[in-house]
């Protein structure tokens, strides 16, 4: 019998050029494709909720697997992740964990598809802001030595709460959309010791448009731009109005919502957590 299953996965991005299969080069879709082939002994395709870039990591991905298959589905994710970490049996590969990992895989409806059933998004993007750099972040995090304004940032990401067209945030070379109108149900910048974590949360997005709308953010903060600006950049439609793209590295995937109650959940979290750190 047929299974749909729903795989929801983690990963470092640091090593891979992005989420989407391509030939020649190691990507997310590609190394957990061939692993799950070879543990369910039949050749499989994925399909991913969000084609993250080269560098974007993810605290959760989700993907869509069909096909009948002769291991128990909770036994998948062990498998796959002992293959993926390289363990062939044997006490010395204790602990050894790989930079892809599948956090569960549920048995779905046939109509459910991870893309496409999915409401919305919610994205983190973590900037570091200490006045020295660190070797050791620099591939999990933007480092911005110059003091941010976290107060300014706020107020400038006040603004993009809500429907708007945000062309004005997207780079060109992503997949052609019918509109570039998305709805952002909250947006939040919380100072925690030296860091700034920016968590969106929205029923889509366009390319590169978190990390553009975090580029702007950090001009601000760093007084370069006005917080009252933002409506005008969303009005312009034009990219060129917008921010610095800011780098892949400080960007997570952080969740991937399938019910009006899971995104009224995570709205309420930011809120409580802004309160927090009033």
């Known amino acids: 019998m047929e299974r749909n299953l729903l795989l929801k996965i983690e990963y470092d991005g640091s090593e891979f050029f992005g989420w989407q299969r391509q030939p020649g080069v190691r990507t997310v879709q590609g190394t957990l494709e061939e692993a799950l082939s070879c ?10 909720t969000s084609r993250t870039d080269a560098g974007v990591h993810a605290l959760a991905q989700h993907a869509s697997l069909c096909g009948t298959f002769g291991i128990p589905t909770e036994r998948i994710a062990q498998a796959v992740n ?10 010395g590969k204790i602990g050894r964990v790989g930079d892809v990992r599948i956090l569960s ?3 779905m409806p046939t109509a459910f598809h991870a ?27 933007y480092q911005v030595t110059e003091p941010l304004d976290a107060e300014a940032m706020r107020a400038a990401a006040r603004c993009f709460v809500g429907t708007h067209d945000f062309a004005a945030f997207q780079t060109s070379g992503g997949t052609p959309r019918q509109t ?24 889509g997005f366009l390319y590169n448009m978190v990390r553009i709308l ?34 892949p590295q400080g960007l997570y995937l952080a969740e991937v919502f399938y019910t009006e109650d899971e995104i009224r959940r995570a709205q309420q979290e930011n809120e409580n957590q802004k309160q927090d750190t009033m």
Request: with cysteine; proline share 2%; hydrophobic share 30%.
């Open 214 to 247: 975090t580029g702007t953010l950090v001009e601000v903060g760093l007084g370069r731009r006005n917080p009252g600006e933002m409506n005008g950049i969303l009005e312009s439609c034009d990219r060129q109005e917008a921010g610095h793209t800011a780098p």
């Open 115 to 141: 893309r496409f059933s999915s409401l919305g998004k919610r994205y983190r993007y973590l900037i570091g802001n200490s006045r020295e750099t660190d070797i050791f972040r620099r591939r999990y995090c």
């Open 105 to 107: 895989v549920n048995e």
């Open 180 to 203: 570039t109108v998305r709805t952002i149900y909250s947006l939040t910048i919380n100072r925690q010791g030296d860091d700034l974590l920016l968590e969106v949360t929205g029923d």
């Open 82 to 91: 002992n293959r993926l970490a390289g363990k062939s049996g044997g006490i």
């Open 39 to 48: 543990v369910l002994g039949t050749q499989v395709q994925i399909q991913g």
